[in-house]
Nanobody, 126 residues
């Protein structure tokens, strides 16, 4: 059973930065593709960023491209989301998720991620 625990959320001003971390346990970290998703108030959950097992393939949502950066540190079983130039519309609960399937390299689709963290709130004030 893979377990994921997010941290690093909080309150930031527009234009500021936050770094989210997600600690992964209970599985082989290097065998997981990892993604960050978010759900804003009254909105559906949406893909933010994803990173493949090797770290060589990375996807971003258009809305965060150039502002957010995903990375993974296999030695610490942790995936990060560096968020810069934050906007009010980035306000959401952020979730990390793990895809353990070997059938694909990396997915943008939530239904492909079998394991999820509990989420961390990010609030950006304008």
């Amino acid at each position: 059973q893979v377990q994921l625990v997010e941290s690093g959320g909080g309150l930031a001003q527009a234009g500021g930065s936050l770094r989210l971390s997600c600690a992964v346990s209970g599985g082989t970290f290097s065998s997981c593709a990892l993604g960050w998703f978010r759900q804003g108030p009254g909105k559906e959950r949406e893909f933010v960023a994803g990173i493949s097992r090797s770290g060589t393939k990375i996807y971003y949502a258009d809305s965060v491209k150039g502002r957010f950066s995903i990375s993974r540190e296999n030695a610490k079983n942790t995936v990060y989301l560096q968020m810069n130039s934050l906007k009010a519309e980035d306000t959401a609960v952020y979730y990390c998720a793990a895809d353990i399937s070997l059938m694909r390299t990396l997915s943008r689709f939530a239904y492909n991620y079998a394991y999820w963290g509990q989420g961390t709130q990010v609030t950006v004030s304008s």
